[in-house]
């Protein structure tokens, strides 16, 4: 089966800054895929060259096969979602919906029909007649959502779709988009900052950063397996040690990769399980989270690594002091060697 | 603690500053603009004595019959109405792509060219421009020159020979005032129009793009409904300065008189007070007509 998309080499640069600089990536037909970077990463940048909007300096844009290198955005068969969500105001949010099929020239009965049929789908039947301000952006995001749809798109591409949402509503569209996505079996691309909402929405995940894509993997491959100092600490936030200090506590590598919540405390002056990895250090500070309880250990004059304890039920336990010595202990499988 | 008496309450307070700022621009339109406008309807309802030309406070509606059942003046509307149609459309057709352009395609050093550029033509003096102009297009002005040397002096002399429009020169012809009329209010359908064309975020045309629209589907479905109140605040413009002005007309362009002309006249030398100020009458009545019929196209919707 063919890609859906089909990345080669683009890079484009914006006087001397570079923004995208050799990408290459294959989305399958039918893939959740997210572009995850913070900004400025090129993240952006590649998903309007994907549109159209953009022309890259050099590379190959391939959808379904087709080179669509230089087709203008209308004549390509992909869809956005806008950041802004980008309704007309002058148009009712039935005609909005429905623009796609008017400049294609679709009867107007049919192109009602079709409308009332998306706004059906993204639970806004009724709201046909208002106009875009008088929804709010919970309700824009979904009218958005189904003007992008109405005409069966290969691809969507979703440009931070929930960047505006707050919190609660922003949980509620991650579980709707990826539950329309399955229906429909449209392959998605959407693009985001939000490395938890990357996580939870994608099958596939590509990390920007500087234009370049750090690393392209499953979440779980992302999150347990980075394989560079930036990927580890921008997904999930991992320790990162380097130098010395990563020889001293035996590696793996020159640099490697150590998750919060995978250090345990151990406690009074019980010793480590046989063949983990041991050091000690100072409380710098300690959270509490909730779930868990997040400290800070100053472990040598360069290393200060991050420690998670999960709340356990029926614990007693106080964290410890600021300014105490605890000892840490991690098994060596969960270190992982880090790419320079 | 109770408040004392003669004291006033926060809000009080807040709403005598509020009353304070807002009464002088208040009494202004008040009193020096509704309330002069108002005078000039009353004005226009008085009776004139028919032997000492004295105006008599009676109420008639004589004037207005006068107005509109007199050959003459009849002339002086249609000629004067379609004349600002004329001007407003050429205004218009010719501003868009300027604004357009200025609005979304220039670079921000290019844009303040471009806004000095149209503004600049301003803060010259009308009078030495309209008289600029008469130079400009008379018979042996630069203007027939300029058509002289590339050729197309046959074209010129053609176009003079149109009936009712033509004339004995540029300057003297009624094509010659339009010329004039256009370049004095263009600026005023530009800038509105650009202010308007600005506004629209630029994702809309993207997503206009995105959804399968031509560039002309865009600018037909998206870019033009969006520009509307723009447009609509440049004829306004160019509309009613067309309407109201008189200088142009008597200093450019054939004899026939426009509704500014036969204000000056008759309030001046002719001494017609009610007939002047029911000729005025008219623009503001259009005005609002077309205010009326611009709203129901719906040219405010995207406000």
Known sequence: MLPAIELRALRRAFGPIVALDSVSLTIAPGEFFALLGPSGSGKTTCLRLIAGFDQPDSGTILLDGDDVTSTPPF?????????????????????????????????????????????????????????PHELSGGQRQRVALARAL????????????????????????????????????????????????????????AVFSNGRIEQLDTPRELYNRPQTAFVARFVGSANVVQGETA?????????????????????????????????????????????????????????????????????????????????????????????? | MASRRGEFSPQGRQAFYFALLLAPPLLWLGIVYLGSLATLLLQSLYAVDEFTARIVPEFTLA????????????????????????????????????????????????????????????????????????????????????????????????????????????????????????YMWLPFMILPLAAALERVPQSLLQASSDLG?????????????????????????????????????SVVGAPGYFIGMMVYQQQGTAGNLPLAAAFSVVPIVLIGLYLMLARRLGAFDAL
């Open chain 1, 150 to 205: 109405i005409n069966h798109p290969k691809v969507l591409l979703l440009d931070e779709p929930l960047g505006a949402l707050d919190l609660k509503l922003r949980e509620e569209m991650q579980a709707e988009l990826k539950g329309l996505q399955q229906r429909l079996g449209i392959t998605f691309v959407f693009v985001t900052h939000d490395q938890d909402e990357a996580l939870s929405m994608a099958d596939r995940v």
């Open chain 1, 75 to 131: 004549a390509r068969d992909v869809n956005t979602v806008f950041q802004d969500y980008a309704l007309f105001p002058h148009m009712t949010v039935a005609d909005n919906v429905a623009y796609g099929l008017r400049v294609r020239g679709v009867a107007a009965a049919e192109r009602a029909r079709r409308a009332r049929e998306m706004l059906d789908l993204v639970r806004l039947g009724e709201f046909g007649t208002r106009r």
């Open chain 2, 213 to 249: 629209a031509s560039p002309a589907q865009t600018f037909r479905n998206v870019v033009l409904p969006l520009a509307l109140p723009g447009l609509a605040a440049g004829s306004i413009f160019t509309f009613s300065l067309t309407l109201g002005d008189y200088i142009i007309p």
């Open chain 1, 247 to 340: 020889q001293r506590l035996g590696g793996p590598g020159r640099a490697f990769a150590i998750r919060p919540e995978l250090i345990d405390v151990l406690p009074g002056t019980a010793a480590a399980p046989a063949g983990h990895v041991q050091c000690s250090g100072e409380v710098l500070d300690a959270l509490y989270h909730g779930a868990s309880s997040r400290m800070r250990v100053q472990v040598d004059a360069q290393t200060i690594l991050a420690v998670d304890q999960a709340e356990l039920r029926g614990a007693t336990s106080a964290m410890p002091a600021v300014g105490a010595l605890v000892r840490l202990a991690w098994h060596p499988d969960h270190a992982v060697p880090l790419r320079d």
């Open chain 2, 63 to 182: 004037t207005y019959r006068q107005l509109v059942t007199q050959p003459a003046h009849i002339d002086i509307l249609l000629r004067t109405v379609l004349m600002a149609i004329a001007v407003t459309v050429a205004s218009a057709v010719i501003a868009f792509p300027v604004a357009l352009y200025m609005a979304r395609y220039a670079s921000p050093r290019l844009k303040a060219l471009f806004y000095v550029g149209v503004m600049l033509p301003m803060w010259t003096s009308y009078l030495v421009k309209v008289y600029a102009w008469r130079l400009i297009l008379a018979k042996q002005g630069i203007a027939s020159w300029g058509f002289e040397q590339v050729g197309m002096i046959g074209a010129l002399d053609r176009l003079l020979e149109v009936p009712v429009v033509g004339g004995p020169s540029l300057a003297s012809s009624y094509i010659g005032m339009f010329v004039v009329f256009v």
